[in-house]
Structure formats: C-alpha cells, structure tokens
C-alpha cells in the first residue's frame, strides 16, 4: 500500500503557474503509476494526467494538453505536476493517484486546492 500527501496548490492570477507535489510513502515508489485528478465545483473528477512507471510514457487530457507537465522523481518518491498558463477554469481541488497497474487508480492523495483568478 502506499500514502500519498499533495502540496503546492494555493490562489494565482489566470496565466500564472503553479507546481503541485505529490509525496508517496509505503512501497516503492517506482512500482506504481503515478497521476493527477481534479475536481471543480458542481462537476464530476476529470482524470488529467498520468506518467508510467518506468516515466517514459505519458498521458494528458485535451483539457491541458501543452500547459500541464507530469514528471517524477523515483529517488524522492514525488511525482509533481507542472501547471502553467492557468485558467479560471483550472480552479478545482487536484487529487494525486497511484495505481499497481498502469492507469489504475487505487490509492488517492487528500486533494489540494487550486485557484485561479482573473
């Protein structure tokens, strides 16, 4: 099993930039999928994001596709989330998630709150 513990988020101006963390405990960490939800208000959780185990493979949402960069660290068992040219839009609560298997959610972070003004 493994702990996750978001940080980073916080209030920007729209076109700003923010770099979320997310710290993994438990097992090794290189043996998990690694990847980032959001959540806005009134609206169902939108998967962004997710970065393979071996890092060499990425996938990103239309939604923040060119302005959203996964990436981890095996070595600091974080994965981060790289958001630039932000949008009011992009104002929601961002989940870290880690799967055994690629693309599998099983274990959730307890969210971080992003928002973004105009």
């Known amino acids: 099993q493994v702990q996750l513990v978001e940080s980073g988020g916080g209030l920007v101006q729209a076109g700003g930039s923010l770099r979320l963390s997310c710290a993994a405990s438990?097992?090794?960490?290189?043996?998990?999928?690694m990847g980032w939800f959001r959540q806005a208000p009134g609206k169902s959780r939108e998967f962004l994001t997710g970065?393979?185990?071996?890092?060499?493979?990425?996938y990103y949402a239309d939604s923040v596709k060119g302005r959203f960069t996964i990436s981890r660290d095996n070595a600091k068992n974080t994965v981060y989330l790289q958001m630039n040219s932000l949008k009011p839009e992009d104002t929601a609560v961002y989940y870290c998630?880690?799967?055994?298997?690629?693309?599998?959610?099983?274990?959730w972070g307890q969210g971080t709150q992003v928002t973004v003004s105009s």
């Open positions: 438990g097992r090794t960490f290189s043996l998990y999928f």
């Open positions: 998630v880690a799967g055994e298997r690629d693309y599998d959610y099983d274990y």
């Open positions: 970065i393979r185990r071996s890092g060499g493979d990425t």
